[in-house]
């Protein structure tokens, strides 16, 4: 088996996406957020666009689960299991129109989710309880089938839980991704997306990843959040713009 796919030759390709994988890991153990909406930016601007979403959903499986097994004893799990009733609700209705989506509109929702959340209204006063957590599992499970990284609205909703602490954040929401990205990987694997061509990359991306989250959990509390925050906000917009660019080329070449 080739390290890298047909449908992308090059190294610096896949050199870029591990590295990303492990910066964007040690951003989100620390973080919280961050890490997922880097890597599909990144993703999506060197790799084919219908194999962006699955294959960041199962570099996103190992990377919120190795930071979650880190902080397991922070982890919420009431919280995580009405998150997960909505979640399998979410992944079920979203897997009836995932595959009709064309590559434009990939990149398209991937830009405007990473601009919605990086210069949209913030969420304040939320109410909390079952059914706050079983919306947010099911609406959060169904966009990411589209857009891929939705960990910016989970820990929107979990940052406002009363008495969350910052670890439990991390560990609460690092928990809900994976189980919301395992789920992505089942409906893309159904839907006959075939994994096996990039599993050495994906595998190469988990391992990156994994390093990057116990530096990232070393360094949770003692960098400027602040700084780490404006430059990837900045970064982001950047490749959204891109993104968008290349959607547009799409549509007008159609």
Not at 62 to 83: E, T, V, Y
Not at 201 to 224: E, P, R, Y
Request: net charge positive.
């Amino acid at each position: 088996m080739s390290f890298l796919p047909p449908e992308m030759p090059h190294l610096w390709q896949a050199a870029l996406i591990i590295f990303t994988s492990f910066f964007g890991s040690a951003l989100t153990a620390a973080f919280s957020i961050g890490g997922g909406l880097l890597l599909i930016a990144v993703m999506s601007s060197v790799m084919p666009a219908i194999a962006v979403v699955p294959v960041h959903g199962a570099v996103m499986v190992g990377s919120n689960a190795g930071r979650a097994s880190i902080l397991f004893r922070h982890i919420d799990w009431p919280i995580l299991g009405w998150f997960a009733i909505g979640a399998v609700i979410g992944a079920s209705i979203g897997s009836q129109v995932v595959t009709n989506l064309p590559a434009w509109a990939f990149r398209f929702a991937i830009a405007a989710f990473i601009i919605f959340t990086q210069w949209g209204p913030k969420f304040r006063n939320l109410g909390f309880g079952p059914r706050s957590y079983i919306v947010a599992g099911g609406i959060s499970s169904f966009l990411t089938l589209f857009v891929g990284a939705t960990g910016p609205f989970i820990s929107t909703i979990l940052s406002k839980v009363p008495g969350m602490v910052r670890q439990g954040l991390i560990a609460s929401s690092g928990a809900c991704m994976t189980l919301q990205h395992g789920l992505k990987v089942i409906v893309f694997f159904l839907a006959g997306f075939i994994y096996a061509p990039w599993i050495p990359l994906i595998a190469a991306a988990l391992v990156s990843g994994f390093c990057g989250t116990l530096l990232g959990t070393k360094l949770l509390g003692n960098l400027s959040e602040a700084v780490f925050r404006k430059l990837l906000k900045w970064l982001l917009t950047a490749m959204a713009v891109y993104l968008l660019t290349l959607a547009a080329i799409e549509v007008l070449s159609l």
